[in-house]
């Protein structure tokens, strides 16, 4: 095994002034490894070396200056010109060795003084020497078959006493592995050898085998290690879906972070191109893929939740104790009719379109419990990190007296075991707080939930024979709300590098390049970046379908809208010209190509497409509109004014057309039908605004009408309510009121005149 620094080989170092915190060598990391990444590596030995001063590590100087050497002499051979074949090779070898060495500085630094977990429990481990693998593999068999042994003892105190310390010592082996090989130096081949024991035993459960993978994820997260990569994609095709599983997620996150070195590794790409090939992986990465996406929505969910969706019910329940009398719940209906005055009350106070909203959103996989659970982590159960990614168990200790002592708490606990929308540390959060009820609260639960447990049984066993890869999607969606749980609401989340905050950038990762670019993976996975509201990932996505589907008219659609609404609008316009020539006569498009020309301020152009569109849509009165508009911007004010009139002859209740057949009116010094509309407009107090104000002045300005000119104006800046602003807007009509007619030479008299009326 590789050496690794222990607590006395720094004590010697305890007196050295380090002067660079937890976070600073951080900063340290990213800057160097950006710099290797780029190929800058004389940068990147400075940097290295400005922390091996500090550190005064014969190791790190020693490493340092044969990677300065080495890479000299390799300069040196490339500008004599001498071909060497193996150049590649040592060239990347030299950067595989730099970001070692970067990670090891960087830890020699830290780990004698810093407080995250991750050193805490190597300090731990060098002072206590913890089991090998192979010892902990022994010492959870030993307690798998007392477990077997103790389940042919008759049922009694004894077996209840004796049943919990095993479970108990059983859970204290398990936690003990868990930082061991969360805290582990890098493995070498005997490692490598004793971890294809544990993972591939036959008797170790896999339960425990899952946490086994958990533990590896964190430690590779915390330090590259090619040979562990290279195990977990091994454990990727576990014959266990469970294991399988927990590694494909362990994964997905693993590659984000280190994707950009991945290349330079040639037996990870090779044994990932294995992996590729096979049918059940492409399918479990992918859906790992969509369940870390779809988890990006977690924080939008659990703001709507708390501010909208639940405050609206905490206003509701007054009202529904004085409009829902509890004698209706008896009458001679019987319980189960509803009295549909309740429903009114529901629909009137918007209660039923946020509880249809958040159904929707459960029945799309969102995590809606997370804003319920994040508060019901308190337990001491979860002070024990490695609580937080144990897969739900009935034999876990802490729940067997609450099993143990009613008979109808079994009830309970299998209809949460069967529930498959609620994530393994929800679910022991929930089991918490059933026993911290009162008895008469549990036992009301127990027989409601009881009921249930055997047909939600039936029910998820009949989804899962109808699609056989449910399974996969509920195993994968539960534990990655586990993993969302960690390190977002661990008191310790801090110690940790969050992996939902890293970058969508899974159609990027050249890694899985095969997998992703299938067409039908790519479409899903763009779609998911689109539905999410995910932009500038979902362009990149359709971009890349564009290329191997060019006649695809939905792509271009979506890549247009998504330049559109990332306000490139002449590249959206070329995107949407493009799915017109695929899908001619497509309202939407006709509709975004015109809005686009409008936008770019070519209306005559934009006038095409409406026409085109008014040919498909005679009587659609934004078409209509949308004409006049273009008109009026090329100065043709008698068509603009007939389309505005038509939309009012089509319907005679549409107000929005007022102001722009008052507004066209005053342009064509039709000042008499201009001031009729405005005068409507404003009327109607519930849609005028300042700017209808400020317009009607000008008409009555242009008619000569000065005090009903005055009169609009100190309604407008009352309305604004500065009148700064509205000198810059009635500046900004000086080219109108001057076409109109109007003398501006009154305009600075007649505003001193409103401002001393208005003091």
């Known amino acids: 095994m590789e050496p690794f620094p222990t607590i006395n080989t720094y004590n010697s170092q305890k007196n050295l002034l380090i002067k660079m915190n937890s976070t600073q060598i951080k900063d340290f990391i990213q800057r160097t490894n950006q710099l290797i990444e780029k190929k800058e590596l004389k940068s990147a030995f400075d940097s290295i070396g400005s922390i091996a001063e500090?550190?005064?590590?014969?190791?790190?100087?020693?490493?340092?200056?044969?990677?300065?050497?080495?890479?000299?002499?390799?300069?040196?051979?490339?500008?004599?010109?001498?071909?060497?074949?193996?150049?590649?090779?040592i060239y990347n070898k030299l950067i595989r060795d730099t970001f070692?060495?970067?990670?090891?500085?960087?830890?020699?630094?830290?780990?004698?003084?810093?407080?995250?977990?991750?050193?805490?429990k190597i300090r731990v481990s060098s002072v206590r020497s913890p089991l090998s693998l192979d010892e902990f593999s022994e010492e959870i068999k030993k307690k798998e078959d007392t477990r077997s042994l103790l389940s042919l003892f008759e049922e009694g105190e004894e077996k209840k006493n004796r049943t919990k310390s095993n479970e108990q010592e059983h859970e204290r082996i398990v936690s003990e592995m868990f930082y061991s090989?969360?805290?582990?130096?890098?493995?070498?081949?005997?490692?490598?050898?004793?971890?294809?024991?544990?993972?591939?035993?036959?008797?170790?459960?896999?339960?425990?085998?899952?946490?086994?993978?958990?533990?590896?994820?964190?430690?590779?997260?915390?330090?590259?290690?090619?040979?562990?990569?290279?195990?977990?994609?091994?454990?990727?095709?576990?014959?266990?879906?469970?294991?399988?599983?927990?590694?494909?997620?362990?994964?997905?996150?693993?590659?984000?972070?280190?994707?950009?070195r991945w290349h330079l590794y040639p037996e990870l790409n090779s044994r990932l191109s294995l992996l590729s090939d096979e049918s059940y992986f492409r399918r479990r990465l992918l859906i790992a893929i969509i369940e870390f996406i779809q988890s990006r929505e977690t924080e939008k969910i659990t703001k709507k939740l708390t501010e909208e969706i639940l405050p609206e019910m905490m206003k509701l329940s007054p009202i529904i104790g004085k409009k829902i009398k509890m004698d209706e719940w008896m009458g001679e209906t019987g319980m189960d009719d509803k009295n549909p005055e309740w429903q009114k009350i529901l629909d009137d106070a918007g209660i039923t379109d946020k509880l249809e909203e958040f159904s929707n959103l459960q029945l799309q996989g969102a995590d809606v419990f997370h804003s319920t659970f994040s508060n019901l982590k308190?337990?001491?159960?979860?002070?024990?990190?490695?609580?937080?990614?144990?897969?739900?168990?009935?034999?876990?200790?802490?729940?067997?007296n609450f099993i143990s002592e009613n008979v109808e708490n079994i009830g309970v606990i299998n209809s949460i075991t069967n529930a498959t929308f609620i994530c393994n540390s929800d679910k022991y959060s929930f089991c918490f707080s059933i026993m911290m009820m009162p008895e008469e609260y549990r036992k009301m639960m127990s027989s409601q939930l009881g009921?249930?447990?055997?047909?939600?049984?039936?029910?998820?066993?009949?989804?899962?024979?109808?699609?056989?890869?449910?399974?996969?999607?509920?195993?994968?969606?539960?534990?990655?709300?586990?993993?969302?749980?960690?390190?977002?609401?661990?008191?310790?989340?801090?110690?940790?590098?969050?992996?939902?905050?890293?970058?969508?950038?899974?159609?990027?990762?050249?890694?899985?390049?095969?997998?992703?670019?299938?067409?039908?993976?790519?479409?899903k996975i763009a779609l998911y970046y689109f539905e999410k509201n995910h932009l500038p990932e979902s362009l990149k996505a359709y971009e890349m379908l564009?290329?191997?589907?060019?006649?695809?008219?939905?792509?271009?659609?979506?890549?247009?809208?998504?330049?559109?609404?990332?306000?490139?609008?002449?590249?959206?316009?070329?995107?949407?010209?493009?799915?017109?020539?695929?899908?001619?006569?497509?309202?939407?498009?006709?509709?975004?190509?015109?809005?686009?020309?409008?936008?770019?301020?070519?209306?005559?152009?934009?006038?095409?497409?409406?026409k085109k569109l008014e040919k498909l849509h005679p009587e659609d009165l934004n078409v209509q509109l949308n004409i006049g508009h273009c008109y009026l911007e090329l100065i043709e004010y008698e068509e603009a004014l007939k389309n505005y009139f038509k939309v009012e002859w089509i319907d005679d209740t549409n107000k929005r057309v007022w102001r722009s057949i008052a507004w066209c009116a005053f342009?064509?010094?039709?000042?008499?039908?201009?001031?009729?509309?405005?005068?409507k407009i404003i009327e109607d107090e519930a849609n005028s605004n300042s700017?209808?104000?400020?317009?009607?002045?000008?008409?009555?300005?242009?008619?000569?009408?000065?005090?009903?000119?005055?009169?609009?104006?100190?309604?407008?800046?009352?309305k604004i309510k500065n009148i700064k602003t509205f000198k810059a807007l009635l500046k900004g009509d000086y080219k109108e009121l001057q076409q109109a007619g109007v003398d501006l030479k009154i305009i600075p008299a007649l505003l001193d005149k409103i401002e001393y009326d208005l003091e």
């Not at 937080?388 to 200790?397: D, G, I, R, V």
């Not at 959206?572 to 015109?594: D, F, Q, V």
């Not at 008409?699 to 309604?715: D, R």
């Open 54 to 89: 500090e550190l005064h590590n014969w190791k790190i100087t020693d490493k340092l200056n044969e990677l300065k050497n080495n890479y000299k002499y390799m300069l040196h051979y490339l500008i004599e010109g001498s071909n060497d074949p193996e150049q590649e090779k």
């Open 100 to 120: 070692k060495l970067t990670i090891d500085a960087a830890e020699t630094a830290m780990i004698s003084e810093s407080s995250e977990l991750f050193f805490e």
């Open 181 to 260: 090989i969360f805290s582990a130096p890098r493995a070498n081949i005997d490692d490598i050898k004793a971890y294809s024991n544990f993972l591939f035993d036959e008797n170790i459960h896999v339960d425990d085998k899952s946490m086994f993978i958990s533990a590896l994820m964190l430690n590779i997260m915390q330090r590259f290690d090619v040979k562990k990569i290279l195990f977990l994609l091994e454990c990727c095709s576990h014959e266990n879906m469970h294991v399988s599983m927990r590694a494909i997620i362990s994964l997905t996150p693993i590659l984000q972070q280190y994707h950009s």
């Open 378 to 400: 308190s337990y001491p159960f979860f002070n024990e990190m490695s609580n937080w990614f144990l897969p739900f168990s009935l034999q876990q200790s802490e729940l067997q």
């Open 451 to 523: 009921a249930e447990s055997e047909e939600l049984k039936n029910m998820r066993n009949e989804e899962f024979a109808i699609n056989p890869y449910q399974e996969e999607e509920a195993v994968c969606k539960q534990y990655v709300q586990d993993l969302y749980r960690f390190y977002k609401i661990h008191p310790r989340k801090n110690d940790f590098t969050d992996i939902f905050a890293f970058p969508l950038n899974f159609h990027e990762i050249e890694a899985i390049s095969s997998i992703i670019t299938l067409p039908k993976n790519l479409e």
């Open 546 to 610: 564009s290329e191997l589907d060019t006649a695809n008219s939905e792509v271009w659609q979506k890549i247009g809208y998504c330049k559109q609404q990332l306000a490139n609008i002449d590249e959206a316009l070329k995107a949407y010209l493009h799915a017109e020539l695929i899908e001619s006569n497509n309202t939407w498009i006709l509709r975004r190509i015109a809005q686009c020309y409008r936008l770019l301020k070519q209306p005559e152009e934009a006038l095409q497409y409406y």
């Open 667 to 679: 342009l064509s010094h039709k000042f008499d039908i201009s001031q009729r509309y405005y005068l």
């Open 691 to 718: 700017h209808d104000l400020l317009n009607a002045g000008h008409v009555e300005l242009a008619l000569g009408n000065m005090k009903e000119a005055m009169n609009y104006y100190s309604e407008s800046i009352r």
